[in-house]
């Protein structure tokens, strides 16, 4: 099965239970760091489940990420810290946790965006929420 197509399966809980397996085979090999390209392609999805996929595997590469994709796709990842979707903020959120401690070098960068973020936005319920895993980030990079 192609995993890029697996990702994106309409039925959310096979794409999910990939996903998963795919977070624990990362942490024992590099095996899906030649798809860290695709996994940011993801973010361009008009599903959000779809898209904090991407940001996640993509997260969970920066352990293996000795070209420092991280980095030079930034840009590209740093959109799902504002992304519509308040669960996806807070799944990317927890995601970043990954990247402090594998790339240390990113933690300005990171801080920088999360200033940006726009907790207004979201509805009440949701942006004391978002605001407890930023501050959670936060104090991890401190």
Same mark, same amino acid.
């Given at each position: 099965? @192609? &995993?890029l197509?697996?990702? +994106?399966?309409?039925? *959310? /809980?096979?794409?999910?239970? !990939?996903?998963? #397996?795919?977070?624990?085979?990362?942490?024992?090999?590099p095996?899906?760091?030649?798809?860290?390209?695709?996994?940011?392609?993801?973010?361009?999805?008009?599903?959000?489940?779809?898209?904090?996929?991407?940001?996640?595997?993509?997260?969970?590469?920066?352990?293996? @990420? &000795?070209?420092?994709?991280? +980095?030079?796709?930034? *840009? /590209?990842?740093?959109?799902? !810290?504002?992304? #519509?979707?308040?669960?996806?903020?807070?799944?990317?959120?927890?995601a970043?946790?990954?990247v402090v401690?594998?790339?240390?070098?990113?933690?300005?960068?990171?801080?920088?965006?999360?200033?940006?973020?726009?907790?207004?936005?979201?509805?009440?319920?949701?942006?004391?929420l978002?605001?407890?895993?930023?501050?959670?980030?936060? /104090?991890?990079?401190d």
């Amino acid at each position: 099965m @192609d &995993i890029l197509v697996g990702l +994106k399966n309409k039925d *959310d /809980k096979k794409a999910y239970e !990939l996903f998963r #397996e795919m977070v624990v085979k990362n942490t024992e090999s590099p095996l899906y760091y030649p798809l860290f390209d695709d996994f940011v392609r993801l973010i361009n999805h008009n599903s959000s489940y779809v898209r904090t996929r991407g940001f996640c595997l993509a997260c969970a590469l920066s352990r293996w @990420d &000795i070209e420092n994709k991280i +980095k030079t796709n930034w *840009d /590209k990842l740093k959109v799902m !810290l504002h992304d #519509e979707k308040p669960i996806a903020v807070r799944v990317c959120l927890g995601a970043l946790h990954e990247v402090v401690l594998f790339k240390p070098e990113m933690t300005d960068l990171i801080k920088e965006e999360l200033a940006k973020i726009d907790l207004s936005k979201y509805k009440d319920t949701m942006s004391p929420l978002i605001k407890k895993d930023l501050d959670a980030l936060l /104090k991890v990079m401190d």
